[in-house]
């Protein structure tokens, strides 16, 4: 079965320190990874996805950014983490034919102080 | 730029009644999806209505679809407290490699 993990479930980190979330998928080739932040109430916003190893697209100028070092492998970083960067980060997969939605992460609460 | 609109967004409701949620899309799309979202936790897949008139029931909760329209409906039977969540549509742009999502709607099934 297919399954996706996501690292560490919380963070809290002081502003200017860096930042590095993993997220593996298990039980698929070649998916579709995608970065999303939700902030306090609010809706998904689409960081960054990639269709293949070392290819990023970047939705939102931010001070994140991502790498994709394997296949299966999804790395969400910042060099200096900002106050504005906190919430609520899910990281997603689709598997082909790429019809039947997304597989989500458990998340990761970062909070920023 | 593809747009996908929930209405409404907060939803109070007694238990027992029924209501439904409304998700309207911007452009021509064949696939759209449900999920659900407890407080604090990830999404969770409901529905994957993949053509047109596609309807898709799981307990108390139906979804539609009518591609024409560019709307699918998420129909609540005789609300329980369990269904308390915060609901999202997606949509399939099917020439992309992303969905967009609906901005929510908060779901509160009152006792």
């Known amino acids: 079965s297919q399954t996706i993990h996501q690292w560490p479930a919380t963070l809290v980190q002081p502003v200017g320190s860096p930042l590095s979330l993993e997220c593996t998928v298990e039980g698929t080739s070649n998916p579709n990874l995608y970065w999303y932040r939700q902030a306090a109430g609010r809706g998904l916003q689409l960081l960054f996805y990639?269709?293949?190893?070392?290819?990023i697209s970047s939705e939102v100028p931010q001070n994140l950014s991502a790498s994709r070092p394997q296949d299966r492998q999804f790395i969400l970083s910042s060099k200096k983490l900002l106050l504005s960067d906190s919430g609520f980060y899910l990281c997603a997969f689709s598997s082909p034919p790429f019809s039947y939605g997304y597989t989500f992460g458990s998340g990761t609460r970062l909070t920023v102080v | 730029e593809l747009k996908v609109e929930q209405n409404p967004l907060f939803l109070s409701m007694q238990e027992g009644k029924n209501y439904t949620i409304y998700c309207n899309y911007s452009t021509t799309s064949d696939r759209l999806y449900w999920y659900r979202q407890d407080p604090g936790k990830s999404l969770e897949s409901l529905f994957v209505?993949?053509?047109?008139?596609a309807v898709k029931q799981e307990g108390r909760l139906m979804a539609s679809l009518d591609t024409k329209a560019r709307l699918s409906t998420l129909h609540i039977t005789a609300a329980v407290h369990d269904l308390s969540a915060t609901y999202f549509c997606?949509?399939?742009?099917?020439?992309?490699?992303?969905?967009?999502f609906g901005t929510g709607t908060s779901l509160t099934v009152i006792p």
């Open positions: 990639s269709v293949g190893i070392g290819q």
């Open positions: 997606a949509v399939d742009r099917m020439t992309g490699n992303q969905f967009y």
């Open positions: 209505l993949l053509s047109n008139g």
